[in-house]
């Protein structure tokens, strides 16, 4: 049973870098959208030549907490609608 356990220590350890967190690793979901929006704003030409890159990581920032307030209401105004029919 020794031998497993210490199989499994080993898969974790891998999986997690030597036990460091995963969303440390892969960074969280905010992190996430909003180097993908920052990606969107350098690949336009026009946003990249006129804009810092502090203006532009503070713009997606904005859009994506605009995205999540919008995704929310969007999603609670579903679920009343749902409740309304049954």
Do not use: H
Not at 10 to 23: A, N, R, S, V
Not at 44 to 62: C, G, P, R, W
Not at 81 to 86: A, Q, V, W
């Amino acid at each position: 049973m020794l031998g497993r356990d210490s199989e499994q220590y080993d898969i974790l350890q891998k999986f997690t870098c030597d036990g460091t967190p995963l969303p440390a690793i892969i960074g969280n979901k905010m992190e996430w959208g909003v180097v993908t929006l920052t990606a969107g704003m350098l690949a336009n030409q026009n946003l990249a030549a006129s804009m810092q890159a502090e203006e532009m990581v503070d713009a997606a920032i904005n859009y994506y907490n605009l995205i999540q307030e919008r995704l929310g209401y969007y999603q609670q105004n579903q679920t009343s609608s749902l409740e309304k029919l049954l």
